[in-house]
């Protein structure tokens, strides 16, 4: 009895390609079943009316595990896992140890995205994931308010994010940017009352005073100069640079001396 077991055991549960042809997509399991009780059950059925000698079960498992492979191999496979997070239901694969579909074992929780943006500007986010989703799912936005946490630092902490909007729109978009918006966004998406992916944006909104100023003094910079050209050379003498700082003061008092006159008449 040991011995037949040992034998069972090497040519299907051990067995590496049967184990491999097994991995069936989500739903295929109750075929796998089918295709096994139709190369099994008839050796059954022979061996319970002593139709052969025990020396010919081993041929006739082999046989019965290589139709097997055959059969199953033809099965849908999995679509595969798709990383780096989300519950993952059609990924799942079937494990004949277990007989149950192991699940791809990512976190919920996605790696934050960074999103730079102008003041007054629009913003969009979109969740999309790679993976398939369900037909039912929720779409719930949160966002990381300036008075649970600073708008400057990322977070992935439940409890400080607060509803924004709740559907099935996995499109978030703001028309126009202000610095209130900085912060961490969340997007939830739900299946059932489970959640299975959730991802996060973090906004950071550039102050127009600030890029302004900066534009319009690069502006003035080159304004002074013809072309926009520096007229001093990293390698040119210092005098050189001293010519240039004289004529410019000196055109600029001249400007003022000419303003006065004008304003005296």
């Known amino acids: 009895m040991d011995r037949c077991f040992r034998m069972l055991d090497r040519i299907f ?3 590496e390609d049967v ?27 022979e061996f319970d009316k002593k139709l052969h000698m025990d020396r010919v079960y081993e041929s006739r498992l082999q046989t019965a595990a290589d139709d097997f492979i055959a059969a199953a191999s033809k099965l849908p496979r999995v679509s595969g896992c798709f990383p780096p ?11 004949c140890d277990t007989c149950q579909y192991d ?22 986010m979109w969740c999309g994931v ?19 946490i600073p708008p400057q630092v990322k977070t992935q902490e439940m409890d400080q994010f607060k509803e924004v909007t709740a559907g099935v ?22 299946s059932g009352s489970r959640s299975i992916v959730r991802l996060y944006y973090f906004i950071t909104v550039t102050p127009q005073l600030v890029a302004g100023h900066t ?18 050379t990293p390698s040119a003498a210092p005098h050189s640079f001293l010519r240039l700082l004289l004529f410019l003061v000196t055109t600029c ?8 006159f004008l304003s005296l008449g």
């Open 13 to 15: 549960n051990t067995n």
């Open 19 to 45: 184990i491999e042809a097994a991995r069936v997509g989500k739903g295929f399991d109750i075929k796998l079943k089918e295709i096994l009780d139709a190369v099994i059950l008839p050796i059954v059925e």
């Open 85 to 95: 997070c989300g519950f993952q239901s059609a990924g799942a694969v079937y494990n």
């Open 103 to 124: 699940s791809c074992e990512f976190p919920l929780d996605c790696p934050v995205e960074e999103i730079e943006v102008m003041e007054n500007s629009g913003v969009r």
């Open 130 to 148: 790679p993976f398939d989703l369900p037909n039912d799912i929720e779409v719930i936005w949160k966002f990381a308010e300036e008075l649970y």
């Open 169 to 190: 729109d996995r499109l978030y978009s703001i028309p126009s940017t202000s610095l209130q918006h900085r912060g961490t966004y969340q997007c939830d998406i739900y």
């Open 215 to 232: 534009e319009l003094q690069e502006i003035f910079d080159l304004s002074l100069l013809p072309g926009g050209k520096s007229l001093v």
């Open 253 to 260: 008092l001249t400007t003022s001396l000419v303003l006065l």
